[in-house]
């Protein structure tokens, strides 16, 4: 493995504690090189390989389950990367494309800025490699920030290339603007989190509950949104709370015989707008048998009457109320026409883009309950290939949640979330003051 600190290869670690400040730097590599198109080296690649060989194993004992999620698996150790659910599994790939979502005063081109940003949101399945991460525990809290640069666009609003802030998100000159981002474990059995992102400056956040069902079916694992899991919402607070919804499509995970995984997505998404009376089917083609997967996407925007809102497949969108439609690949280009012009152009391109990494502060920082720290001992076991005491450290953490949810029993306590409002309403989740305090520490961080 070729991820090192300034003298020290990961080969080199002996199995003790690692350093907070080596560890925080392995993790954050370790995570760029997985969720970029950053090159794992070749002994690298084999390990990874071999690890999903060896969870195919396991999978196929699961085939005819509904929803392996939800049974109480522990897997080995070593089928782990040292990174935690709630750090890896997010939807906030390009903050930069969420921040600019309300800048236009068109509310076509705002409609277009959501979907632009929901083509961009999961990019390390694009660009980076599929990993098992940490099942999060109870109450589990990972907080973060990115400091990016508004997207560039002509008056036309076509995208400007600038490759150095299609890479970090941010270019020299330009104004910054923090984004912050709140997750936390709400649930362990099914597994739920929930999610908080936030440009202040901007007036733009988005928020959802993150749940998924999965059900493996011999040759790939079919993957769907879970019961509470109504999809993400953006609001424009400088728009007058202008609130979009965004439904989850299903995606399935391929490749398992040749350990060679890749995402395929089919069904749709859905985008609503009750203020401007604007609603988008992003339709994902269904790939063929035979050839290599496409990845193409079909979409149309229109109007419609949120009070009798019951259009959900392209087919039945009236030709009369289209006001743009979407083509392209979700893993490529995406192009738009506008009715009202007939011109095409670009609204997006994925290949010339990256994941922009996330600022996550120093695991000395962090409180008992934030992702790294709760993961200290396994994460650091893992990077010094000691996978006898990973395992022993994962169970130790395993048990200790054990003993919790029997005294959570025993004394009739329910689990209260410490920066989120329980019960979460229509998959909507809000702020305790805990959580707002959070956000607004984010923000003073240097």
């Not at 109870?138 to 666009?153: M, N």
Request: proline share 4%; aromatic share 8%; hydrophobic share 35%.
């Amino acid at each position: 493995m070729t991820i090192s600190t300034e003298n020290t290869s990961v080969m080199d670690l002996d199995s003790t504690a690692l350093k907070d400040e080596t560890l925080d730097h392995l993790i954050t590599e370790r995570h760029k090189r997985l969720t970029t198109s950053a090159h794992l080296d070749e002994s690298d690649h084999d390990d990874h390989q071999s690890k999903f060989k060896t969870l195919f194993g396991l999978l196929k004992n699961f085939i005819g389950v509904k929803d392996i999620v939800t049974l109480r698996i522990s897997l080995p150790s070593q089928l782990l990367e040292p990174i935690g659910n709630l750090e890896y599994w997010n939807y906030n790939d390009r903050p930069d494309y969420l921040l600019c979502i309300g800048d236009s005063d068109d509310p076509l081109e705002r409609m277009l800025a959501s979907i632009r940003w929901w083509y961009s949101k999961d990019l390390k399945f694009v660009k980076g490699k599929l990993i098992k991460p940490y099942n999060s525990i109870l109450g589990e809290q990972f907080s973060c920030h990115w400091d990016v640069t508004s997207p560039k666009f002509d008056i036309k609003g076509n995208f400007i290339n600038d490759s150095e802030s299609n890479l970090s998100g941010s270019s020299k000159g330009d104004q910054k603007y923090r984004v912050t981002c709140l997750n936390e474990q709400i649930s362990h059995h099914p597994p739920v989190s929930a999610f908080h992102y936030q440009c202040e400056e901007k007036g733009v956040s988005a928020y959802g509950i993150d749940q998924i069902s999965a059900k493996f079916t011999g040759t790939s694992v079919k993957i769907g949104p879970g019961e509470q899991n109504k999809g993400i919402y953006v609001n424009l607070a400088k728009r007058d709370n202008e609130e979009y919804l965004l439904t989850h499509p299903v995606a399935s995970v391929q490749g398992w015989l040749k350990a060679s995984l890749y995402v395929v997505v089919s069904e749709s998404c859905i985008v609503t707008c009750p203020k401007t009376k604007l609603k988008a089917i992003l339709e994902y083609k269904e790939e063929k048998w035979l050839g290599k997967p496409k990845f193409a996407i079909e979409g149309k925007i229109f109007r419609y009457d949120p009070a009798n809102d019951d259009i959900n497949k392209l087919k039945n969108v009236n030709a009369d109320d289209v006001v743009a439609e979407i083509t392209g690949s979700w893993r490529g280009q995406v192009h738009v026409t506008r009715r009202d012009t007939n011109e095409t152009r670009l609204l997006l391109d994925l290949e010339k883009l990256e994941a922009v990494s996330k600022k996550v502060k120093p695991i000395v920082q962090q409180g008992s309950l934030e992702s790294r720290k709760v993961w200290q001992p396994v994460s650091s076991a893992l990077f010094s290939k000691d996978y006898n005491r990973a395992t022993k450290e994962k169970q130790i953490i395993e048990e200790k949640q054990r003993q919790k949810a029997s005294e959570r029993k025993a004394n009739k306590h329910e689990f209260d979330s410490v920066l989120f409002k329980l019960p979460v309403v229509n998959g909507k989740p809000e702020l305790k003051p805990a959580g707002i305090d959070a956000c607004g520490k984010e923000l003073l961080i240097n």
